[in-house]
């Protein structure tokens, strides 16, 4: 891994069963423990922030009037089961109850 001025030094405290498989990980792939920490705390900080704007977005969606109430979405999918097919329930704005 390449240190450029854009990177930051973090110290985290690991189980030292987790630190025997990762220097045996980093002996096998070439690589250092801090690749491998590094990559894999990437992997996961993209995967979790991903998540965390899905659920924003999906607020914001809520939030506009952008969703269906789970029994129409129920009902649709019930008649897709049952072959009925028809278009999906249009979301529309509910008031505050």
């Known amino acids: 891994m390449v240190t450029t001025t854009s990177d930051s030094v973090v110290s985290v405290r690991l189980d ?3 630190v025997s498989q990762l220097d045996e990980l980093a ?3 070439q690589r250092s423990r801090s690749f491998l920490i ?3 705390v990437g992997e996961f900080v993209e995967r979790e ?4 704007v899905a659920v924003r977005e999906g607020e914001a969606d809520i939030e506009a009037g952008r ?3 789970g029994d129409e979405v129920r009902a649709w ?3 897709l089961k049952n072959g009925r097919t028809r278009e999906a329930p249009a979301a529309r704005k ?3 109850k």
Do not use: P
Request: charged share 25%; hydrophobic share 35%; glycine share 4%.
């Open 38 to 40: 590094a990559q894999a």
């Open 16 to 18: 030292s069963d987790v």
């Open 94 to 96: 509910r008031h505050s």
């Open 49 to 52: 922030y991903a998540s965390l």
């Open 27 to 29: 002996g096998e792939m």
């Open 67 to 69: 969703s269906l109430e």
């Open 77 to 79: 999918f019930e008649d």
